[in-house]
């Protein structure tokens, strides 16, 4: 575990700022003096995979950024964890926790090795009492976070097992960087558990995926047939939106 002060030398401080709030695009939009205090006292923790972060239930003492890696939010019902979201590099891990002193509904989990920033959580309510522009910022991921809930449960709502497996997969591979190899950044079990299926289920739908153009090699996602996967997933039950847009990168 580091400190921003141990990492950041005090005569160059100004500069790694700026280099970390590039990085970060909730701090990005910040005025400098209200990164500043945000960072005085963070810290910067690395995290094996399958940790622990967050419990549900408890207040928050902290405001998680995920700088690197995946983190799962989740909870555990029957002995079975159900995955709710999946936060990726430039995440801001549920906010409004932190900034209400509101209790966990879920817990976070790492999914693969991870970086993350924390700020201090009395810290960030003191300064959005303050800073309209961190208030609007926090206000923006809330929002963001919410629409991407809403997607999440009209998919489940609106779509087959199957249906929102496709259209999942179709999403990753869109998202892919032009000469990348698309591939789900997580387990089998994992990916199941995403879009609301039994993992059991998961190899039979997979097959049919595969006779409509779609199929896994691995962790690799081919494309085999657009026009056919599409037709088989049928339109988003919701307006077209990026919530990238609103700081919001999860899966």
Partial sequence: MNSIAEIVPVADRARRLQALADDVPFLASLPPATRERLL????????????????????PKDLHIVLSGSVDLSCTY???????????????????????????????????????????AATLREEASRSPELALSLAKIIAGQWRLALKIILDLKCRTPSQRLASFLLRLYDAKAPDAIAEVPFSKRQLASRVGMQPETLSRTLQTLASNGLYLRGREIVLKDRASIEGFCGPDPYPAGDEGDLGVYAL
């Fill in 40 to 59: 005085e006292n963070a810290r910067i923790e690395r995290v094996a995979a399958r940790e622990l972060l967050l419990k549900e239930g408890e207040v």
């Fill in 78 to 120: 029957k002995s079975h964890e159900y995955t709710a979201l999946i936060l990726s590099a430039g995440d801001v891990s549920m906010p409004a926790a932190a900034l209400f002193q509101e209790h966990y509904l879920i817990s976070a989990r790492t999914l693969t090795a991870a970086r993350m920033l924390m700020i201090d």
